[in-house]
T-cell receptor, first 113, second 109 residues
Framework: DTEVTQTPKHLVMGMTNKKSLKCEQH?????MYWYKQKAKKPPELMFV???????INESVPSRFSPECPNSSLLNLHLHALQPEDSALYLC????????????FGQGTRLTVV | DAKTTQPPSMDCAEGRAANLPCNHS???????VYWYRQIHSQGPQYIIH???NNETNEMASLIITEDRKSSTLILPHATLRDTAVYYC??????????FGTGTSLTVIP
């Protein structure tokens, strides 16, 4: 199983809403990532979790709050977002002992209205 | 991790080989070259990676120059489904993946 599953696939939320994105993998990977991708741009790294601990935060605004409750699951909690936060949010996972590549999910298309 | 430079766009005729170049002149000895592709609005897909030897798998071949300052991804018989953005990434194993601007490949019928 080389799959990273992201839910939901699409999300529309208002600027006062609170929502969460979910990412799951069962490959035994211990590094998990969140990326943000705007249209016609490359993915930009947001957060990295290593062994369930946050290891990298690329100066992401606090309205994005990541959580890694266990080794298979990664969440991204969203609160008070702005329209410019509309993007494709990608999750990925990797683990050196299980191959050097990272596997990506299909993303959540987020629209903030 | 070292930076990469790729042409912004390329065309390739269907059935011909697509050769996508990548420059990584500041690569260090323990950095691998990875290639990913992203078909419109999908998640990036791993293609191949290598350290210094040429590599081949069922999807593509990776040719790395002897000085490791550049590489070429080869899709031997391009199909319309290979139309995508191709990213070359240089990375130390265990570090995170940073994407450059990539090459938008269009396969023409």
């Amino acid at each position: 199983d080389t799959e990273v599953t992201q839910t939901p696939k699409h999300l529309v939320m208002g600027m006062t809403n609170k929502k969460s994105l979910k990412c799951e993998q069962h490959m035994g990977h211990r590094a998990m990532y969140w990326y943000k991708q705007k249209a016609k741009k490359p993915p930009e790294l947001m957060f990295v979790y290593s062994y369930e601990k946050l290891s990298i935060n690329e100066s992401v605004p606090s309205r994005f709050s990541p959580e890694c409750p266990n080794s298979s699951l990664l969440n991204l909690h969203l609160h008070a977002l702005q329209p410019e936060d509309s993007a494709l949010y990608l999750c990925a996972s990797s683990h050196p002992g299980r191959g050097p590549e990272a596997f990506f999910g299909q993303g959540t298309r987020l629209t903030v209205v | 991790d070292a930076k990469t430079t790729q042409p912004p766009s390329m065309d390739c005729a269907e059935g011909r080989a697509a050769n996508l170049p990548c420059n990584h002149s500041t690569i260090s000895g323990n950095e691998y070259v990875y290639w990913y592709r992203q078909i419109h609005s999908q998640g990036p897909q791993y293609i191949i990676h290598g350290l210094k030897n040429n590599e081949t798998n069922e999807m593509a071949s990776l040719i790395i120059t002897e000085d490791r300052k550049s590489s070429t991804l080869i899709l031997p018989h391009a199909t319309l489904r290979d139309t995508a953005v191709y990213y070359c990434i240089v990375r130390v194993v265990g570090n995170q993946f940073y994407f450059g601007t990539g090459t938008s490949l269009t396969v023409i019928p």
